[in-house]
């Protein structure tokens, strides 16, 4: 059975960094492109950035600030955040990229406070 699990989230001052993580089970990582989409309150989830062979960010906001990235061998994809603001605030889930594909984890809580 295809599983997404996501964590890492927390709660953070503005100008601080996360690391997260997303563990994939049932499935070989490797053979499809991976994503990280970001709900925030009230708001459609969007794909924020997505890692093949190279990586690409889509919201421009994110640009220079998050880094994705991925590790086959474990079946894990990473979005190290830093720099964080205010508007990162959300739920982040990693899914199939650029469209989602596989079953919806249960997400990671980012909070960006002071």
């Known amino acids: 059975q295809e599983q997404l699990v996501e964590s890492g989230g927390g709660l953070v001052q503005p100008g601080g960094s996360l690391r997260l993580s997303c563990a994939a089970s049932?499935?070989?990582?490797?053979?499809?492109?991976w994503g990280w989409y970001r709900q925030g309150l009230g708001k459609q989830r969007e794909l924020i950035a997505y890692v093949g062979n190279i990586p690409i960010y889509v919201d421009s906001f994110v640009k220079g600030r998050f880094v994705i990235s991925r590790d086959n061998a474990k079946n894990m994809v990473y979005l190290e955040m830093s720099d964080l603001k205010p508007e990162d605030t959300g739920v982040y889930y990693c899914?199939?990229?650029?469209?989602?594909?596989?079953?919806w984890g249960q997400g990671t809580q980012v909070t960006v406070s002071s």
């Open positions: 049932g499935m070989i990582l490797s053979r499809r492109t």
């Open positions: 899914n199939t990229a650029p469209e989602w594909g596989i079953q």
